[in-house]
């Protein structure tokens, strides 16, 4: 469903752990846009609804609500270097990964936490 990298997994863990945050969780979503594009968004909670897809990946637990679960399958969370300095999160579909010398996302799906409020 979501695949996390390494990198990714590695500032998760780190914003998760500093300072301690017991009971927080991280938080995924997903939705189709006017457009069709898809917008991500991912930020911390701490509540948990008893109707929500839990999902790990990479040592990472991601909450996913019902209306999110089918445009955010097969999406992958990275965390690259758009430009020197400047490194963020990503969101791009599995069939689509952005080339290593350009990590910005395609336009038809990709997010690089512009749209979303993922940060």
């Known amino acids: 469903m979501i ?3 390494a ?4 500032q ?6 500093s300072p301690p945050a017991p009971g927080l969780a991280l ?15 991912m ?10 897809e839990v999902v790990t990946d990479a040592g990472i637990t991601l909450l996913v609500s019902p209306p ?7 999406t992958v969370i990275d965390f690259v270097e758009i430009s020197p300095g400047d490194r ?8 689509q990964k952005p080339a290593e010398s350009d ?3 395609p336009a038809d799906g990709g997010c690089a936490c512009g749209k979303g409020g993922c940060g």
Do not use: C, H, N, W
């Not at 999110?68 to 097969?74: K, V």
């Not at 963020?88 to 069939?95: E, G, H, L, T, V």
């Open 103 to 105: 990590p910005t996302p």
């Open 43 to 52: 930020g911390f909670d701490e509540r948990r609804e008893q109707d929500e």
């Open 3 to 5: 695949e996390v990298t």
């Open 27 to 41: 938080r995924v979503a997903a939705r189709r846009g006017d457009d069709g594009e898809i917008e991500y968004g």
């Open 68 to 74: 999110s679960l089918e445009p955010i399958a097969g």
């Open 88 to 95: 963020r999160f990503i969101f791009y579909r599995a069939d």
């Open 7 to 10: 990198a990714a997994a590695e």
């Open 12 to 17: 998760m863990k780190a914003a998760l752990s």
